[in-house]
């Protein structure tokens, strides 16, 4: 696209906070690039305050319907006066090709901000040196770290979920170092928010397996406080960097970028002994985050500074963080079909499952985390991959004590060495991918793992302690 005349205007809106646009600076980068680059002057700014932009071509309005996906720098959540500045990239919003455009303008118009536009929705650790970067809705919304999704229904045909507050940060995934040398958490919007834990008894393959009658009963859940997730498994390379080792038994060219497997829940938490010698298994009723020393999980919180509580989720935070406003069967808003194959087509895009149409899992392998579609939180492989060890014991009655509402529901000591693990893995069928699901393993989960289908997500309360 080529700009033959460049023109600007502005429009200093009404605003509750008086803020306003004083002057407009439009340049083509021509002849090197087709963007078109905005300056702008803000002033009187008092509260946070979002730019909204219009094009036109002399004073016919263009269609902006893509316009705002095109452009990348200071749009939300601007809280000082001063100069800002953002790019057009006038191909992506006008056309798949150069197109020329006689009297290129842009007006602008001062919005306030939503209330919650500076709130910190990431963090990113740095596993190398301990450091933390917290990323903004504003961050995002403005193109710091790359392409964000505000429409859930836009990453998946048929996809939906009951969630009005949507971003996704899509762009998490086009950079290795969140998948290795980096680890990404998103916070969950749990805080005196309630939901129906469990599958109704109408859902396709619920409780498949004996073993499993009673563990999806439905039970009303509610959170005090909210929680933060990883966005993808835990990775080999991020547990190397954490514990200096290797347990994993994939060994492919990408392993780095593969789930971590065959951890057990002891190099994860620990074991100790009490005051009279008797074995002490994690979590405790007196402290249900407290790990032993030197366990994996004690590594990770003193290298960020012990300033968040780097744990297993409980069944509850798993499952709400799965479902992301969805009551189906799969966190994309669909459900599973039939259990009389493995397939499912419903699943395909969301997760790494066994698909094989005689359930044979002999050539299946863990994949590289986040190459499926997300949830609506922007969550990848919540379903597949492997399956995702979970802080609680595991027990036949989702709400053993008949409460009608259950708060924070902890993550409770395992009777006989059985371990909760959710959302199934490589070599699972469809019906053990579930939201609602749930299943264990005995005493290897507890002493030693030597399972590839079993893996680990992490979490922590979004209060620093």
């Known amino acids: 696209m080529k700009v033959t005349t460049v023109l600007a205007s502005f429009m200093a809106a009404a605003s509750l906070n008086a803020a306003v646009i004083k002057q407009v600076i439009v340049r083509q980068q021509w002849?090197?690039?087709?963007?078109?680059?905005v300056e702008y002057k803000l002033a009187d700014v008092q509260t946070p305050v979002n730019i909204s932009v219009k094009a036109f071509n002399g004073e016919s309005e263009l269609d902006n319907s893509r316009l705002a996906d095109s452009i990348v720098g200071d749009l939300y959540g601007i809280t000082e006066s001063g100069i800002g500045q953002f790019v057009i990239d006038p191909v992506k919003a006008f056309g798949n090709k150069k197109v020329a455009i006689a009297d290129f303008r842009v007006e602008l118009e001062i919005t306030e901000a939503a209330a919650n536009i500076n709130e910190n929705i990431y963090k990113i650790f740095c596993l190398t040196n301990g450091t933390c970067t917290d990323v903004s809705r504003a961050d995002l919304l403005n193109g710091k770290y790359g392409p964000v999704e505000t429409d859930f229904a836009k990453i998946g045909n048929?996809?939906?979920?009951?969630?009005?507050?949507?971003?996704?940060?899509?762009?998490?995934?086009?950079?290795?170092?969140?998948?290795?040398?980096?680890?990404?958490?998103?916070?969950?919007?749990?805080?005196?928010?309630?939901?129906?834990?469990?599958?109704p008894e109408s859902e396709v393959g619920r409780e498949k397996v004996q073993n499993d009658v009673g563990t999806e009963n439905q039970v009303n859940v509610r959170f005090s406080r909210d929680y933060y997730v990883s966005v993808f498994e835990l990775t080999q390379a991020q547990y190397r960097y954490i514990t200096k080792q290797s347990p994993s038994t994939y060994a492919g060219e990408d392993a780095d970028m593969h789930p971590v497997e065959t951890v057990s829940y002891n190099s994860l938490r620990g074991n100790t002994k009490g005051p009279s010698g008797e074995s002490i298994n994690w979590p405790t009723n007196s402290n249900l985050h407290e790990v032993a020393a030197g366990s994996s999980l004690y590594v990770l919180r003193a290298a960020t500074g012990n300033a968040y509580e780097f744990d297993?989720?409980?069944?509850?935070?798993?499952?709400?963080?799965?479902?992301?406003?969805?009551?189906t069967s799969f966190n994309n808003g669909k459900d599973l079909e039939s259990i009389n194959v493995y397939r499912s087509a419903n699943l395909e895009s969301v997760a790494w499952y066994n698909n094989d149409v005689n359930g044979n899992a002999g050539a299946l392998h863990t994949h590289v985390v986040g190459l499926k579609a997300p949830n609506a939180w922007g969550l990848y492989d919540m379903h597949g991959n492997v399956n995702e060890l979970c802080l609680d014991g595991y027990h036949?009655?989702?709400?053993?004590?008949?409460?009608?509402?259950?708060?924070?529901?902890?993550?409770?000591?395992?009777?006989?060495?059985?371990?909760?693990?959710?959302?199934?893995?490589?070599?699972?069928?469809?019906?053990?991918?579930?939201?609602?699901?749930?299943?264990?393993?005995?005493?290897?989960?507890?002493?030693?793992?030597?399972?590839?289908?079993?893996?680990?997500?992490?979490?922590f309360g979004a209060e620093e302690k």
């Open 158 to 199: 048929g996809f939906s979920t009951s969630l009005s507050d949507v971003i996704i940060w899509t762009g998490v995934t086009n950079n290795i170092d969140y998948k290795t040398t980096h680890l990404v958490m998103r916070r969950i919007p749990a805080k005196d928010k309630t939901f129906v834990m469990g599958s």
């Open 31 to 37: 002849p090197w690039s087709t963007d078109v680059k």
């Open 396 to 459: 036949k009655n989702t709400n053993p004590d008949g409460l009608a509402e259950l708060l924070d529901p902890p993550g409770l000591i395992a009777v006989g060495g059985q371990r909760a693990y959710r959302g199934g893995g490589y070599a699972t069928p469809s019906w053990f991918c579930r939201s609602a699901a749930r299943s264990y393993d005995h005493m290897q989960i507890w002493q030693g793992n030597s399972n590839r289908n079993i893996g680990v997500r992490l979490a």
């Open 312 to 327: 297993l989720p409980t069944c509850a935070e798993w499952e709400y963080a799965c479902r992301a406003g969805t009551v």
